[in-house]
């Protein structure tokens, strides 16, 4: 099994920028394709981006251009750089692992992180 631990939240003015770090232990992720979503309160949980093995990146359309996902192979761990945050990013933000594919995912199986929140002022 997997066991995966988001950090670098926290409190931040519009404009500001955070780093997300997920870490995983218990096996290596190489393989994998992880993915962030996040949930704000009073809705449900979103899309934000998705890494594949080989380092290919996807998107979600509100932070396109804002938001960078990468990952460390070797530290088995996967970061999200947020830049020029807005206060509509606020949420609880939760990193997530494929075990069993390297490229598309439903997430319907993914092993899930217990998030991290994120809060942005005007």
């Known amino acids: 099994q997997v066991q995966l631990v988001e950090s670098g939240g926290g409190l931040v003015l519009a404009g500001g920028s955070l780093r997300l770090s997920c870490a995983a232990s218990?096996?290596?992720?190489?393989?994998?394709?992880m993915a962030w979503f996040r949930q704000a309160p009073g809705k449900e949980r979103e899309f934000v981006a998705h890494?594949?093995?080989?380092?290919?990146?996807y998107y979600a359309d509100s932070v396109k251009g804002r938001f960078t996902i990468s990952r460390d192979n070797a530290k088995n761990t996967m970061y999200l750089q947020m830049n020029n945050l807005k206060p509509e990013d606020t949420a609880v933000y939760y990193c997530?692992?494929?075990?069993?594919?390297?490229?598309?995912?439903?997430?319907?199986?993914?092993?899930w992180g217990q998030g991290t929140q994120v809060t942005v002022s005007s």
């Open positions: 997530a692992a494929d075990l069993q594919r390297a490229y598309g995912s439903n997430w319907s199986s993914a092993s």
């Open positions: 218990g096996r290596s992720l190489s393989w994998n394709v």
């Open positions: 890494i594949t093995r080989s380092g290919g990146p």
